[in-house]
């Protein structure tokens, strides 16, 4: 695809492109209030350290989306490779960093309801910082998939690596692979510890209506 495409794409969907600067410019808006309260805090609880890190991933991936679109619609051809390596390592980065960081908000939030007792010895400073690093570390990792697939697409003129008598493009199937088992994966975990702090939550209730009775 080429600048020219990409700028008639754009012309024939004008209405899609102003509705995705609308929607990336309120984020932008209400992630940067997120931070200005959060960080104008001088202590900070693990749960907040999860928020103002959550909050400056989806600042950056609405900055991202309205800087690509630009980029879209003024493209010009010989930086295509650069833009598909670029779009696909930043969104990567941040989609994977995101349900990382929901996993352990998820976990954090039923420690702090379900093990009170112990949640100041399993989200210490130290074990926060190194979850961040291990969340960042992962993002990365998840990249390599798709950048490997547009070195692959544009660098040998869109070949792919396909098993022999097959139409499967491996390293696009472990792509989606990646995603659909993180998406899993962080979605029966929060289902689970949910569950757990919304029976926590009524048996401390009822034990407290039985008190009071």
Not at 84 to 92: L, Y
Not at 124 to 144: D, E, F, H, W, Y
Not at 172 to 181: C, D, F, P
Request: proline share 3%.
């Amino acid at each position: 695809m080429n600048g020219t495409e990409y700028s008639s794409e754009v012309a024939e969907r004008p209405t899609q492109y102003i509705v995705q600067w609308l929607v990336c410019l309120f984020g932008l808006v209400g992630n940067a209030l997120v931070l200005y309260i959060y960080l104008r805090k001088r202590a900070k609880a693990p749960s907040e350290t999860f928020i103002i890190v959550t909050a400056l991933l989806d600042f950056s991936m609405n900055l991202a989306s309205m800087l690509f679109t630009v980029v879209r619609i003024f493209n010009y051809g010989p930086v295509i490779l650069q833009f598909c390596i670029s779009s696909n390592a930043v969104f990567d980065l941040i989609n994977t960093s995101s349900s990382l960081l929901v996993c352990a908000m998820t976990v954090n939030r039923y420690i702090a309801i379900c093990r009170p007792h112990s949640y100041s010895e399993v989200f210490t400073a130290g074990r926060v910082n190194r979850l961040l690093l291990l969340t960042a570390a992962l993002g990365v990792a998840s990249c390599t998939p798709s950048v490997t697939n547009c070195f692959i697409y544009f660098t040998l003129a869109g070949q792919r690596f396909k098993p022999e008598g097959s139409d499967t493009d491996l390293v696009k199937l472990a792509w989606v692979g990646i995603r659909i088992t993180l998406l899993l994966v962080a979605t029966a975990l929060m289902a689970v510890l949910y569950y757990r702090v919304a029976v926590t939550i009524v048996h401390k209730r009822r034990a407290a209506a039985a008190a009071t009775a």
